[in-house]
């Protein structure tokens, strides 16, 4: 990891988006230095042309700290990585991205989870189990960010995920790890799960029909 913490959410945000996952300004990424305090992604901007100009700096409280252009502002979903913070000490960097493939899972679930196909890439996610049986949680996509922020805290106080991974509803899917490169990875293996799903539903509708 580098020096500083924006080199490395700038390089992650450039693949996300060269990925179609973090298309025009869509997503946030942020990641925490030593003090507790983040790096987030401003509100607006392209995701593959970031610099370190289009990061603020926040506590846990929800303040600013560091505002290196004026101008910007917070994430919209600045509530989400503060209840991931919130809820996981232990969380380094959490990461939001928008993809086809979430949006169209979120619709595969009628609940409130969505369930992970017993595959080899849910070793990736800390799952060691044979045949596992693992969810991710669904929130509803209000229109009121911090409404949903508020359900994420208050699930998780009583009932920690199987993964570290959320998913919104027709919004996109929510990781965390313990540093840059685990959360990086993680987006890379959930997308990779969601993708085998919307393809093996194709594939029985293809059979079917």
């Not at 990891?1 to 450039?14: E, H, N, Q, V």
């Not at 995920?161 to 990086?184: E, K």
Request: hydrophobic content about 40%; overall charge negative; some cysteine.
């Amino acid at each position: 990891m580098s020096g500083d913490l924006r080199t490395d959410l700038i390089a992650a945000a450039k693949h996300f988006y060269d990925r179609g996952w973090m298309v025009g300004t869509a997503g946030n990424l942020s990641s925490r230095l030593d003090d507790g305090s983040f790096w987030i992604t401003a509100s607006g901007r392209q995701k593959g042309k970031l610099t370190a100009t289009d990061f603020i700096r926040m506590n846990l409280d929800g303040i600013i700290l560091e505002q290196p252009d004026p101008h910007s502002r917070p994430s919209a979903e600045t509530s989400i990585h503060l209840a991931v913070y919130q809820s996981f000490p232990e969380a380094q960097a959490c990461y939001h991205v928008h993809s086809i493939e979430a949006n169209l899972v979120s619709r595969l679930a009628a609940g409130d989870v969505v369930s992970l196909p017993a595959i080899e890439m849910l070793k990736g996610l800390g799952v060691w189990e044979e045949n596992p049986q693992v969810s991710m949680p669904l929130f509803t996509n209000y229109f009121s960010v911090p409404q949903i922020a508020q359900e994420i805290g208050e699930l998780f106080a009583i009932s920690p995920p199987q993964v570290p991974a959320l998913l919104i509803r027709d919004h996109g899917v929510t990781v965390w790890g313990n540093s840059p490169a685990t959360a990086y990875n993680y987006i890379e293996i959930v997308e990779y799960i969601f993708r085998y799903m919307v393809m093996a539903r194709q594939s029985i509708l293809d059979y079917t029909f």
